[in-house]
């Protein structure tokens, strides 16, 4: 296993400090997008970063952040390298990416992308609000195309889904 030089560590802890532009209570570190973080000594700082999906409008924001929040912290040379393989899974949400969801009344993925379940139908969606598993889906897209639009039965309430990709 390669440990990260300071500088590598220094850069990974800046960008856990850039935002998701689709989901700003996200960081792309939380969200799974970036890859690796390569100081490569004169050339600069490398950073590979997987969009959530192909398209992925939010991808060249991501990207446009990552660069500016390391150029102002002093790294002149940056360089976002597009890593494409393996494709991200919403599986790399970290745990504190899935907490911060519910908070912010977006239900996370409600299993994994590898679940055989997911052969027979839709997951059991629970609502951020109320917990309550007795939700129904209303739309296959909403704010982004990674997100569906859910109702909650219980607690009537409207709320976004996180789609398992």
């Known amino acids: 296993m390669v440990t990260a030089s300071p500088v ?9 400090a850039v935002p998701d532009p689709e989901i700003p209570i996200l960081s792309v570190i939380e969200l799974g997008v970036v890859r690796y973080v390569r100081d490569e000594q004169e050339r600069g700082i490398a950073v590979g970063v997987s969009p959530t999906y192909t ?11 990552i660069k500016a929040r390391l150029h102002e912290a002093g790294y002149a040379a940056v360089r976002v390298d597009s890593v494409l393989s393996p494709p991200w899974t919403s599986d790399w949400l970290s745990e504190s990416a899935r907490e911060k969801l519910r908070e ?4 996370p993925p409600a299993e994994s992308v590898n679940s055989p379940r997911r052969l027979f139908g839709e997951p059991a969606v629970q609502c951020p609000r109320c917990s309550s598993a007795q ?4 739309s296959e897209f909403a ?4 997100k569906a639009l859910y109702r909650c039965t219980g607690c009537l309430e409207p709320f976004e889904y996180f789609k398992c990709i």
């Open 143 to 146: 704010s982004t195309p990674c």
């Open 55 to 65: 398209g992925c409008p939010a991808t060249e924001v991501i990207q446009a952040s």
């Open 135 to 138: 939700t129904q889906r209303v």
């Open 8 to 16: 590598e560590r220094e850069v990974w802890r800046l960008l856990a």
């Open 104 to 107: 912010y009344g977006i239900a």
